[in-house]
């Protein structure tokens, strides 16, 4: 199975509601990645967590870490249209070396 | 600036035929990874540059890929005798330099179809 792994696989939202998605992964960590993937083509690096930082934000992004629970959430806020896509998660992990492993991904909708 | 490039964006060929697919990372850029991403689903690690370093090959899942960077710049990925399960987008991304403390830089990928 995957290291990180998001929780839920699909969401639908209305525009201007928040849209929240969780990644829980397996072994310990030194960075936790969000990217963003629009029409299944390149991803779009979004953020980047430490295993030292509790919460980061960027604009409308809110990204929390919970070592202890080994899991992260992402937080859109007043979603927009523009924010449909696939959310994913990537860790390192101690064992992966300079590979990131990537979740299955959150597939959002946000409607007009 | 010029961001990562690949090419061709869509190929479709017979089962039995080996494939090229070409990989342009971001210049300066010393790490260059080969993922790969059936439909719906998430990357699939395949290979992994960094600088005159061996690569890491431990996500090939056959001895009918394997990949190449000439010069520490541009990559070819290359799949020989396809398999209908080769069929994915195969997605190459930079980065400054190794590890998961940089980020990723993915180009638009490359959709293979192994009819």
């Known amino acids: 199975s995957q290291q990180g792994e998001e929780d839920p696989q699909a969401l639908s939202i209305q525009e201007g509601e928040n849209a929240t998605m969780n990644c829980s992964y397996k072994t310990s960590i030194n960075n936790l990645q969000w990217y963003r993937q629009n029409s299944g083509r390149g991803l779009v690096h979004l953020i980047l967590i430490r295993s030292n930082e509790r919460e980061k934000h960027s604009g409308r992004l809110r990204v929390t870490l919970d070592t202890s629970k080994k899991s992260s959430s992402l937080l859109i806020t007043a979603s927009r249209a523009a924010d449909t896509a696939s959310y994913f998660c990537?860790?390192?992990?101690?064992?992966?070396?300079?590979?990131?492993?990537f979740g299955g991904g959150t597939r959002v909708l946000v409607k007009p | 600036g010029a961001g990562v490039s690949q090419s061709p964006s869509n190929k479709v060929t017979e089962k039995g035929k080996d494939v090229e697919l070409r990989c342009d990372p971001i210049s300066g850029h010393t790490a260059l990874y080969w993922y790969r991403q059936s439909l719906g689903q998430g990357l699939e690690f395949l290979i992994y540059f960094q600088g005159n370093s061996a690569p890491d090959k431990s996500g090939l899942p056959s001895d009918r890929f394997s990949a190449e960077r000439t010069g520490g710049s541009v990559s070819t990925l290359t799949i020989q005798r396809t398999q209908q399960e080769d069929s994915a987008v195969y997605l190459c991304?930079?980065?400054?330099?190794?590890?998961?403390?940089?980020?990723?830089?993915f180009g638009p990928g490359t959709r293979l179809t192994v009819t």
């Open positions: 990537a860790t390192d992990g101690f064992a992966a070396g300079n590979k990131l492993t």
């Open positions: 991304a930079s980065s400054l330099v190794g590890g998961s403390s940089y980020e990723q830089y």
